[in-house]
């Protein structure tokens, strides 16, 4: 049996480990010699700042109060970034979540905004952030907003889908126990695709991120992607490497508390799936 | 099998990011972004005129346009460029601080009005006091704010500071009713045509004091230097003349940076071009400008702009063309430099 080469391959449980760990260690030591290789020529140079001066960045902004301002930057950047992002996301999730399963139950209600939902969810929604900070302002509204317009009508019709995925017989059944409209909906449909919505939210966390960052790029007084396109005005990368390793790292636990969730709160939903 | 594609890779990767930083030999590189005080370089180069001193001096040119002034400026630290067009302030905080020794070759102008704070509801920089103010931070609008604010007895407290993208500000300030932003030209035109806008303080109150510059790395050769100024100079010439190849030269630059004729001519008018060599030499070896860069680098440092853990504003040192040095006189990293245009008003190129 091959270990690694080919579709039989079955590559034992420490070459996993070590197969996993080899691009990260490929790219931090790549990292490192170029990093060397230019601060050799310019201990000055900021392209490349070596780990100790990113560590004495992160130290200033994390750890150290700021002059000015008297507070934790890291910490409020990341606590505003943070806020943009879950209720953008948040809210997203819960219209999505009724507007598409309304859209899947009722055909009245399909027919009347499904073309809608279609034709919108084709505005590519960066295209509108000049429109929404003119509109909506460039504070928390504008940005939240522009989050929420990336992330909504995916979940809108990733929930109808869901919907749609619901076998028939199961409604006509609880038809025929007596259920009234409004329990199908509620007592059948939403504890059903539950899951599903989590499910999406993940996906669609990857964009919401990308919509937060480019809003606090353009008008900002803090946040994640503010500091980053902030410092570097001065070419701070020793700031911007260790932002972009904590966005990465914050992404990565939302992902896992969210899968975390799905898993301690529909168990049947991950054996439903694992079954195919 | 394994072990050989994977050395490859290794060695590919590790010859394609040495080769990438090594010099690219006779031909040198400069960057420009578009600004009114440089469009001169473009047309130099259009026009043959630059090619024409680099041939003279038996070297090679490319003049880039990079579209976006601080990417240029991080283009030439990186090492991409050996010359680059920028502000006294951008050469001391970004170059300089980066450890790369970098002459200001060629001073041509300084924002005499091209940067201004406008408001609505307001009349006066004191009446900007509680206001939210958007602005580049960091960029020469920060440290025309930061003067305007000192020389009212104000402090940057007493305002909030809002980071805007220089793209966006003139349209968020038309739509915002109680608007107040600092910027330059072209959006400062712009915001000045919006109904209720004030110009409350412009760079004219503080003439002299944001210079545009050609700014070369120190160890470039002399011939690149020299083939930089005589070209400038000859197209300055061309600029000042009263012939028809003046006004031939305007248009084409207004073009180029996408204005028309009259509005170029009105952003030149708030530009104070040094058009001869001498007025240039004359205003770099000056004492003011010693002023300004002290004033440049304590703005810079209080800002953080010279990087964490760095205590001292003494930590870089600035050479002026009488060999003075403010700050440390072992990492001078920003020099003023006459000599080149010296031999330019002497004619001697």
């Not at chain 1, 964009?207 to 701070?236: K, N, P, Q």
């Not at chain 2, 009105?266 to 240039?280: C, H, I, V």
Request: include cysteine; charged fraction near 20%; charge should be positive.
């Amino acid at each position: 049996m091959p270990i690694f080469w080919g579709i039989h391959a079955k590559p034992p449980k420490i070459w996993k480990i070590v197969l996993g760990l080899l691009p990260f260690i490929i790219l931090v030591s790549v990292y490192l010699t170029a990093s060397h290789v230019r601060l050799e020529r310019n201990s000055d140079d900021k392209l490349l700042p070596s780990i100790g001066k990113m560590i004495q960045a992160v130290d200033g902004l994390a750890f150290t109060k700021d002059k000015r301002k008297g507070e934790y930057l890291m910490l409020r950047d990341t606590l505003s970034s943070l806020k943009r992002l879950i209720i953008g996301v948040l809210a997203a999730a819960v219209v999505g979540l009724f507007l598409g399963m309304n859209l899947g139950v009722f055909p009245g209600f399909n027919a009347l905004l499904m073309p809608f939902v279609t034709f919108i969810s084709i505005i590519p929604s960066l295209s509108l952030l000049p429109i929404l900070f003119i509109s909506f302002g460039i504070d928390e509204m504008g940005k939240v907003i522009l989050i929420f317009w990336g992330t909504f009508i995916l979940i809108t019709r990733d929930m109808y889908l869901a919907t749609k995925a619901i076998h028939e017989e199961q409604i006509i059944k609880a038809l025929t126990l007596g259920a009234s409209q409004f329990s199908i909906v509620y007592k059948i449909v939403l504890p059903q695709i539950m899951p599903r919505l989590i499910e999406t939210i993940r996906l669609c966390l990857g964009g919401g991120w990308l919509f937060l960052i480019a809003s606090e790029a353009i008008a900002a007084t803090d946040g994640l992607g503010y500091r980053i396109f902030l410092v570097r005005r001065y070419m701070a990368m020793d700031i911007i490497i260790p932002y972009v390793l904590w966005i990465t790292f914050l992404g990565y636990m939302m992902d896992l508390i969210l899968r975390l969730i799905i898993k301690w709160r529909y168990s049947w939903y991950v054996e439903m799936r694992k079954g195919g | 099998m394994k072990k050989t594609v994977f050395m490859l890779w290794l060695l590919v990767t590790v010859v394609f990011l040495f080769t990438s930083f090594a010099d690219a030999g006779q031909k040198y590189k400069v960057a420009w972004s578009h600004y009114t005080g440089w469009e001169p370089w473009g047309y130099a180069s259009d026009t043959g005129i630059l090619e024409k001193w680099a041939k003279k001096y038996g070297i090679g040119i490319e003049l880039v346009l990079v579209n976006d002034y601080i990417e240029s400026i991080n283009l030439y630290t990186s090492g991409s460029f050996s010359a680059c067009a920028m502000t006294n302030m951008d050469a001391l905080t970004i170059p300089a601080v980066g450890g790369v020794d970098s002459t200001v070759l060629i001073v041509g102008d300084f924002s005499n009005g091209n940067d201004g704070i406008v408001m609505k509801n307001g009349s006066t920089v004191k009446d900007l006091k509680g206001r939210d103010i958007k602005l580049v931070e960091f960029s020469v609008s920060h440290y025309l704010l930061i003067r305007a604010l000192t020389m009212n007895n104000m402090t940057e407290k007493d305002v909030k500071l809002m980071n805007t993208s220089d793209a966006d500000i003139a349209a968020l300030f038309a739509s915002d009713s109680n608007g107040a932003v600092v910027t330059w030209n072209p959006p400062l035109m712009q915001t000045l045509n919006v109904k209720g806008a004030q110009l409350v303080f412009d760079s004219s109150k503080i003439p002299g004091e944001i210079i545009d510059a050609m700014v070369v790395r120190t160890d470039a050769p002399a011939e690149l230097k020299k083939a930089l100024v005589g070209a400038w100079y000859e197209v300055m010439a061309i600029m000042s003349s009263k012939e028809k190849k003046a006004k031939e030269a305007i248009q084409m630059m207004a073009k180029n940076s996408g204005a028309t004729e009259a509005e170029f001519k009105a952003q030149l008018k708030t530009t104070a071009m040094f058009y001869t060599p001498a007025e240039a030499v004359q205003f770099t070896k000056g004492t003011d400008l010693k002023k300004t860069m002290e004033y440049v680098r304590t703005f810079s440092f209080e800002q953080g702009l010279f990087g964490e853990g760095v205590t001292d504003k003494d930590f870089i040192g600035i050479e002026f063309p009488d060999g003075s040095i403010i700050g440390n006189k072992n990492n001078v990293k920003l020099r003023f430099n006459a000599s080149y245009m010296q031999i330019a008003s002497e004619g001697k190129l």
